[in-house]
């Protein structure tokens, strides 16, 4: 435990707002992750495994989470469980070099804040770490249209290829089975009606949405 001492000594002064946890196998990537959130102005802690994110998770408070989908040991979406029991307002972002329907599913009902498909780029990845800071300090308060927003149908739009897309479609289609109804919308998801209205206020300002 003397690696965790050493850090939660360097941790006095940093908001936890400012603490993020990267999880990555890839030694690569977590050197780039760590410079690009170091130039941000951020305290990262980088681990392996799940294993050791449970570990440091149980120690110390972190704002922001980055996770791997694909990881040794435990996975990434039960190591997205654990962390949340571990720490409920954690703001996490998931990494992934592939989607599925099921890894998006089970995301957002654990309220992820963003998809990153590997490869990223920083500017890709700055916003998303200025959305997690934001919501994990409240900021982010998505606002209910009074009239439902009834999504486009395009018969001839490609398949989703990354979890944003996944995602975006899981929710859409939801969302046109309940013929605009957000409450059944969100009960059928698992998720609740305050992230339902966050998605479809980012997909209205993306255009996906009239």
């Given at each position: 435990?003397?690696?965790?001492?050493?850090v939660?000594?360097?941790?006095?002064?940093?908001?936890?707002?400012?603490?993020?946890?990267?999880?990555?196998d890839?030694?690569?990537?977590?050197?780039?992750w760590?410079?690009?959130?170091k130039?941000?102005?951020?305290?990262?802690v980088?681990?392996?495994?799940?294993?050791?994110?449970?570990e440091?998770?149980?120690?110390?408070?972190?704002?922001?989470?980055m996770?791997?989908?694909n990881?040794?040991g435990?996975?990434?979406?039960e190591?997205?469980?654990?962390?949340?029991?571990?720490?409920?307002d954690?703001?996490?972002?998931?990494?992934?070099?592939?989607g599925?329907?099921?890894?998006?599913?089970?995301?957002?009902?654990?309220?992820?804040?963003?998809?990153?498909t590997k490869?990223?780029?920083?500017?890709?990845?700055?916003?998303?770490?200025?959305?997690?800071r934001?919501?994990?300090?409240?900021?982010?308060?998505?606002?209910?249209?009074?009239?439902?927003?009834?999504?486009?149908?395009?018969?001839?739009?490609?398949?989703?290829?990354?979890?944003?897309?996944?995602?975006?479609?899981?929710i859409?289609?939801?969302l046109?089975?309940?013929?605009g109804?957000?409450?059944?919308t969100?009960?059928?998801?698992?998720?609740?009606?305050?992230?339902l209205?966050y998605?479809?206020?980012?997909?209205?300002?993306?255009?996906?949405?009239?």
């Amino acid at each position: 435990m003397k690696h965790l001492t050493n850090v939660t000594e360097r941790l006095e002064n940093i908001p936890t707002c400012d603490r993020v946890l990267v999880v990555e196998d890839v030694a690569a990537l977590r050197d780039i992750w760590q410079r690009a959130l170091k130039e941000m102005g951020l305290f990262c802690v980088c681990v392996r495994t799940g294993e050791e994110a449970v570990e440091y998770a149980g120690e110390i408070e972190f704002g922001i989470a980055m996770l791997d989908l694909n990881l040794p040991g435990i996975p990434g979406l039960e190591l997205f469980r654990q962390l949340r029991a571990l720490q409920p307002d954690i703001a996490v972002i998931v990494i992934t070099g592939f989607g599925t329907l099921e890894a998006a599913q089970t995301a957002i009902r654990l309220g992820v804040v963003e998809f990153l498909t590997k490869p990223c780029g920083l500017g890709e990845l700055e916003v998303a770490i200025d959305r997690a800071r934001r919501r994990f300090m409240g900021e982010m308060r998505p606002r209910a249209p009074e009239q439902a927003v009834t999504p486009p149908v395009d018969s001839t739009a490609r398949p989703a290829t990354t979890m944003t897309e996944v995602e975006r479609q899981t929710i859409l289609e939801a969302l046109e089975r309940n013929e605009g109804n957000r409450t059944m919308t969100a009960k059928e998801l698992g998720i609740s009606i305050r992230t339902l209205y966050y998605r479809l206020a980012e997909y209205q300002r993306e255009g996906f949405l009239p």
